[in-house]
């Protein structure tokens, strides 16, 4: 199965990039994510919960990335199986500019075997785009979220700053004999990331941007479907 594509972000190149290698910001756009961890530099484990009909089940799996060239593109590796199959692939993810705008490139290959290969391969590479595109939808509103949180969080800082800088300096306390400055953390900290309810890309919030995509896709549609459902009831009046 191979899968390509792009997405536009309203963002600059380093605030997409900087998103993408943020795991808190991942588990909250990885769709049906219920645990990310961090098990080395640049590998992280997952579990994930799809309630996609041609995908459903849930899924564990490695995902390593490597060849980074910041902050333009990375090689991504996926190993991953569930209660109806596995899934193993490499792609790759690279960002461009367009004035303003950032776009994703990506593509790649995948093998699926197991029951949930049955399904054909139609219906997989549908559900895999809807759930990429839904994927990076959440992190467009990540990306956005921060960038909020982040004004905020510098104008809190600059306003203690100036109210620091009004009061008079302390005194400088100096070491005690033998004593040194605390040592620095590992470059790499093992650790769990577990998305609390509602703050991830849930089952509920896949549907919902699917059908806003369909739609949009097909905006004459709901008049077929008002047209329909008037000519049903005026017939049935006449009935």
Known sequence: MRIAGNYTFEATREEVWSALNDPEVLART??????LEVVGENEYESTLKIGMQAVRGTYTGR???DNIVSPESYDIHVDGKGNNGFLKGAGTVKLRTDGAQTILDYGGEAVVGGTIASVGQRLLDGAARSLISQSLKALAQQIEERR????EHQAEVEAALAEEAA???PPEAPLAIGQTPAPLPPGVAHRTITVPEGQGLSEAAVARGMAEDFFTRRPWLP???VAFLLGY???RRKA
């Not at 909020?148 to 004004?151: I, Q, T």
């Open 30 to 35: 990885i769709p049906g994510c219920q645990r």
């Open 148 to 151: 909020l949180h982040e004004s």
């Open 223 to 225: 008049w077929i479907l």
């Open 233 to 235: 009831i005026l017939g």
């Open 63 to 65: 995902v390593r990335i």
């Open 167 to 169: 009061l008079p300096a």
